[in-house]
């Protein structure tokens, strides 16, 4: 019989799946690859937001990254 905690479906799969999924790859001030030895995103949450904290080798940037659902804005009277 195999071991459940280290084999087949885990209860935390469809997070992990997600979290592979909504990874950042390019910074999103020069464009360049974060993934790998080329930067850094690491996943944290807010209440129900999950935020990537991400950082560039390539030119420094780091901030985090949360995917917006829904956004409201306004422009400016000309």
Known sequence: MTDRRVSG???WDP???AHLEDK???C???GEAVID???IA???W???RRVYHTWCRSCG???DIVRIQRMVGHEPED
Do not use: K, L, Q, T
Request: glycine share 8%.
């Open 9 to 11: 479906p885990h209860w």
């Open 15 to 17: 997070d992990r799946i």
């Open 24 to 26: 950042p790859r390019f």
């Open 28 to 30: 999103p001030n020069c």
């Open 37 to 39: 030895a080329e930067g």
């Open 42 to 44: 690491v996943e944290y």
């Open 46 to 48: 807010e209440a129900d």
């Open 61 to 63: 940037w780091s901030g």
